[in-house]
């Protein structure tokens, strides 16, 4: 809206739109925080230091308020010299900081945000399980971090040019003058946040970071309201039929599969076990397993069997992979919990 406003020409005959959307403009790189915070850590929480991000609002508000309860010649003279000369349209002066600045301070507050959350996005990428919904996910917070990314850099250097203190787009006939070439990128990087989601509805359910570290299942009290019209007991009566064919024991075993063989979107199941059991499907498939490790153990297979064969007996490609697996569930290693049986 602002750039087809401003930039197309249209300011004069919408005078009203110059000044208020400094507000919102400096609010924007705060849900864009709060959307990676709640994304890597699976809950939604306030820290007094992250008041630092109301900064650029204060002042937008504090230059905005200024400006109205200036006489109306203020306010006229700032809409006329948009109009004459929109080149020079960002160079106009409110009380604290020119128009300028305040696109510079708030892209430098997006740029530190996004600087600030990498060791998280490194530390949820690397961490995990390894499923379809958690790579889909890394994927898609890679690409909205690169693409949020490249924005706040392209802004900043935007303002600095405007601000007189660098020269680099008034050098590249791609860019242009007017930075047309900003505004074509902002609309690609809003098509491409609006429509991935469409294609991996998925990444907008989260990730479930909290894992049981009891084998046996914990239900949530609250299993009422399952979107996407999904039947408790149906689905129920679909994972046990999957847990008496032992499917959970293949090594191949995946998301994508159990979405075959239940006839069920992917992400529908996810879904599903994250509300009712409150895990996700590799913790899910991993507890089913453990479940068969500590039953073949109770039975005495590491008498006659080794901890390798045990391993792959459970679907497991390595020991290593099912001794971890096993620890972080059940706190002690396989043979230390064989040893507790005697």
């Not at 809206?1 to 000044?19: K, N, R, S, T, V």
């Not at 999904?230 to 959970?248: F, G, I, P, S, Y």
Request: glycine fraction near 4%; aromatic fraction near 14%.
């Amino acid at each position: 809206m602002q750039a087809y406003i401003i930039d197309g020409g249209y300011l004069e005959h919408f005078q009203w739109f110059f000044l208020w959307p400094l507000l919102p403009y400096n609010l924007i790189f705060i849900p864009i925080y709060y959307y990676f915070k709640v994304i890597l850590t699976d809950h939604l929480s306030f820290d007094k230091t992250e008041l630092i991000l109301l900064v650029p609002f204060l002042l937008g508000l504090i230059d905005v308020t200024y400006v109205y309860l200036q006489p109306e010649s203020v306010y006229q003279n700032i809409i006329s010299g948009a109009i004459s000369n929109p080149e020079t349209r960002l160079n106009a002066e409110y009380l604290l900081l020119s128009l300028d600045q305040h696109l510079l301070m708030r892209h430098l507050w997006q740029l530190g945000v996004l600087v600030t959350i990498i060791p998280e996005i490194r530390f949820f990428i690397k961490n995990g399980d390894n499923d379809e919904l958690k790579n889909i996910l890394n994927k898609w917070l890679l690409i909205f971090w690169g693409i949020l990314m490249i924005m706040a850099l392209l802004a900043i250097i935007y303002a600095l040019e405007k601000m007189m203190l660098v020269e680099i787009f008034d050098s590249l006939i791609i860019i242009g003058k007017n930075g047309g070439i900003i505004t074509l990128l902002l609309y690609i990087a809003l098509f491409l946040i609006g429509i991935i989601p469409i294609y991996f509805p998925s990444i907008l359910y989260g990730y479930p970071q909290k894992q049981r570290p009891d084998a046996n299942f914990i239900l949530h009290e609250e299993t009422e309201g399952l979107k996407f019209g999904l039947e408790k007991e149906e689905v129920l009566v679909k994972l046990k039929r999957l847990k008496e064919n032992n499917c959970h024991l293949d090594k191949n075993f995946n998301l994508s599969e159990c979405a075959k063989k239940l006839d069920m979107p992917s992400h529908h199941i996810s879904y599903f076990l994250k509300q009712y059991y409150g895990l996700s499907f590799a913790a899910y498939k991993n507890t089913l397993r453990t479940e068969h490790a500590r039953n073949l153990i109770e039975q005495g297979y590491l008498e006659n069997n080794t901890i390798d064969a045990l391993a792959e007996e459970c679907g497991y490609a390595t020991r290593t992979s099912f001794s971890k697996t096993f620890k972080s569930l059940i706190n002690i290693s396989p043979s230390e919990y064989a040893s507790t049986l005697n």
